[in-house]
Structures are given as structure tokens and as C-alpha cells.
């Protein structure tokens, strides 16, 4: 079986050939660097979540017959085309769950002791005689609300319990033993908002949940609350979100993601597009560099996840997962709807 695998980490390319020693494997930095004659006999493709399969990317893979994302989500994916192509898509649903817990609190902390912004105060030798400037608050005794309590939501409540904070959560599917154990509270999206001195967020990118923190939801938030976003950037209306900093009904945010972060990545290579059509993006990327902006706005490129111990978990169940497929009983499959 013929595998190309794009853009591995750091080393991560011995350790795929290792696990898949008889297969033929293809490291590439983008599908377009394969000749067009190895292209026409790839059989798997795997990708990392900033990588877009489109439906011009599969036209240039015709025998393909699976796509193993090394992530959770699949947005990045047409599921559409792979489905209507009969190209199973793998997903690696569980990893690093701990780690990107973790990394929401660090967002938390630095927002909630100014750690950051002194930081770049000091970077750039302003005097800093008035610390009143830099003043923050304890997280504990605060309550924290929980949009999402799958594996790393329910982490993310583990450890929020362990500091001493009290725990609101919003989910379709309440993990009621959780509940129990740590004495957290399920209620309903609203309430959660309403009772909250900080939200984080940790849903999936789907049509429900597209924009699921809008500015009529955030106009229910305390004054002065704060914002997390660890999950994908299409959960949260940006344009909203930056209204609703600058007029100071949230006192800051910490972003891992953003919403049309692909394209910000890209969005030079954007200039060349006169589609019409691309108004409502352009109006998102500007809100995007509103936020990079904003003293009160931590933004990182989409990290959460980058660790040691997580990468080689999604490494790891990326090659069980095809090496399931190559034997007929694949796993992790994602189920097109």
C-alpha cells in the first residue's frame, strides 16, 4: 500500500517508516510536490489539521481510498466529496486531552495576572513604577464555566476543582458521574454564560455549533468576564467578540484559535481572489488582526496541543489507524451526516 504522508513533525517521519517498514511511504511538505504519476497510485493520504484536502487536492489523487487525519477535527476535510468518492476518513479522537487543558489554564493565568502584558512592557523598557496597572485576580473562589465537557472538558473541570474554582458546565450530553465526583453543576448554555467570570470552550467544529457564542450570548456574559478559546475559532462570532472587548463587556480573552485561521495564514495568496463572495472572510481576518492587537487579547498560532507526549499520541493512533485500514476493520472512522 502506497502512503504519502504530508508535513510530519520533527523526527516523526523515522518513527511512521519504522511503524509502516512494508509499506511504501512518501514524505511531502503539499500533495502538488508527488509527480503525477506516483500521485495516480497513492492509496492513503494523512494529514495534520492545517493541511486542506479540497476537492481540487482529491482530483489529483484519483486511486485514493483513505484520508487519516492526525487530529480530531475534520473541518479541514471535504467530507462532502470524500463521501460521495467513497474515501474513508480516519480521525485520531482522543489526544493529548490533559494538554490542551493545561494550556487553557496557562491562557487563564496569564490573563488573570496581566503576566503577558507586563511582559511585553518590560520587552519594551517602559517604566514601570505604577503596579496598579498590572493588577490581577486569584482564579480561586471564581467560577468558571465549561462549554463542552468531553475528555478535555472534563479535564479542564478536573483541574479548575484542584485551584479551588466552582465549576458551571453546558453540554448536549451531560457526563453525569462527572458531576458527582467533582461537584459540578450542569445548566443551560445561557445560565452558564450569566453566572461566569470565565468561559472556555471546548466544542467541536460542526454546523450546531458553528458561531455558537454570538453577541446576543455574549451580551448575557458578567461584565467584565473573560474569554477562552482553545477549541476551533468558527465556535465564536469574531466580529462580536471584538465589539464586545472594545466596548468592555469582556475584560479579555486568551485565543488558541481564530476563526478563518487557515486563510490568515494564507490570506496574501487571498489578494489574488476578486470573488465577491469572499466579503464576509474578509470582514473575519480583519476582526483576526483586531484581536492580535488588543492589549487585553492573548493569541497564540493554534498550540494547544504541541507537546511531546501529545504529538507522539496522535502519531501513534494515526498509524493504528492505518494499519487497521490496510487489513479491512478501519477504526476512528469519521461518519459523514
Not at 496557562?106 to 496581566?114: D, K, P, Q
Not at 464576509?280 to 494547544?304: C, F, G, K, S
Request: a negative charge; glycine letters at 6%.
Amino acid at each position: 500500500m502506497k502512503i504519502l504522508y504530508i508535513r510530519p513533525y520533527e523526527n516523526e517521519s523515522e518513527m511512521v517508516q519504522a511503524a509502516l517498514a512494508e509499506c511504501d511511504l512518501i514524505i511531502a511538505a503539499c500533495v502538488q510536490d508527488v509527480d503525477e504519476a506516483t500521485r495516480a497510485t497513492i492509496d492513503v493520504l494523512s494529514v495534520f489539521v492545517d493541511y486542506e484536502v479540497t476537492s481540487d487536492m482529491l482530483d489529483l489523487l484519483p486511486h485514493i481510498q483513505c484520508i487519516a487525519t492526525r487530529s480530531a477535527g475534520f473541518d479541514h476535510i471535504d467530507m462532502a466529496q470524500a463521501h460521495a468518492r467513497g474515501i474513508c476518513v480516519t480521525r485520531v479522537p482522543h489526544y493529548g486531552t490533559r494538554t490542551v487543558a493545561e494550556y487553557a489554564f496557562a491562557l487563564m493565568f496569564a490573563l488573570s495576572r496581566n503576566a503577558y502584558r507586563s511582559y511585553i512592557d518590560m520587552q519594551k523598557n517602559v517604566g514601570i513604577s505604577d503596579y496598579s496597572a498590572y493588577q490581577g485576580f486569584d482564579l480561586y473562589g471564581k467560577t468558571l464555566g465549561v462549554i463542552g465537557t468531553g475528555m478535555i472538558g472534563k479535564s479542564v473541570c478536573e483541574i479548575a476543582k484542584g485551584i479551588g474554582m466552582k465549576v458551571v458546565a453546558f453540554d448536549a450530553f451531560p457526563d453525569e458521574a462527572l458531576a458527582t465526583k467533582h461537584s459540578i453543576r450542569y445548566t443551560s448554555l445561557d445560565d452558564v454564560l450569566v453566572q461566569s467570570d470565565i468561559v472556555t470552550v471546548h466544542v467541536p467544529s460542526m454546523p450546531e455549533t458553528y458561531h455558537m457564542i454570538n453577541e446576543q450570548k455574549l451580551n448575557l456574559m458578567k461584565r467584565g468576564a473573560y474569554l477562552i478559546n482553545t477549541a476551533r475559532g468558527e465556535v465564536i462570532d469574531t466580529p462580536a467578540l471584538v465589539h464586545a472587548l472594545r466596548t468592555g463587556r469582556l475584560a479579555g480573552a486568551g485565543l488558541d484559535v481564530l476563526e478563518g485561521e487557515h486563510q490568515l495564514r494564507e490570506e496574501v495568496d487571498l489578494l489574488a481572489q476578486p470573488d465577491k463572495e469572499l466579503g464576509e472572510l474578509w470582514h473575519t481576518l480583519v476582526a483576526d488582526h483586531a484581536l492580535i492587537d488588543m492589549p487585553q487579547v492573548i493569541v497564540t498560532p493554534h498550540i494547544a496541543f504541541n507537546t511531546i507526549e501529545a504529538k507522539r499520541e496522535i502519531t501513534e493512533v494515526t498509524i493504528a489507524n492505518i494499519k487497521k485500514f490496510m487489513v479491512g476493520t478501519p477504526q476512528n472512522i469519521v461518519q459523514y451526516e
